[in-house]
């Protein structure tokens, strides 16, 4: 089994900063993607930024220029650097993975997700 944790979600205010972390444990072979999504009040789960391998990051068009995502330093980690954030930020915030536990197939997991508020 595999657990994700995420870190970081707090108050902020418009065109602040906040850094959110994710860390995978637990039976894991390889990590095919690591990413963010979010949900904000009323609206359907939506991806934020998404890191597959060596790849160039993909990311959604109202966060690009303004959000990073990354490899963490510590080993199945990523992070999410968001600046000059904005009141439609507000969301909770989820980690996804897709995971190889054994080879041949991997599974999906997601974190329990961390609130981001910001303020204007």
């Known amino acids: 089994q595999v657990e994700l944790v995420e870190s970081g979600g707090e108050l902020a205010q418009s065109g602040g900063s906040l850094r959110l972390s994710c860390a995978a444990s637990?039976?894991?072979?390889?990590?095919?993607?690591m990413g963010w999504y979010r949900q904000g009040p009323g609206n359907q789960r939506e991806l934020v930024a998404t890191l597959t391998g060596g790849s160039t990051p993909t990311y959604a068009d109202s966060v690009k220029g303004r959000f990073t995502i990354s490899r963490g330093s510590a080993k199945n980690t990523v992070n999410l650097q968001m600046n000059s954030l904005k009141p439609e930020d507000t969301a909770i915030y989820y980690c996804?993975?897709?995971?190889?536990?054994?080879?041949?197939?991997?599974?999906?997991?997601w974190g329990q997700g961390t609130q981001v508020t910001v303020s204007s």
């Open positions: 996804n993975a897709r995971i190889y536990s054994n080879p041949g197939k991997w599974d999906e997991y």
């Open positions: 637990g039976s894991i072979l390889s990590i095919v993607t």
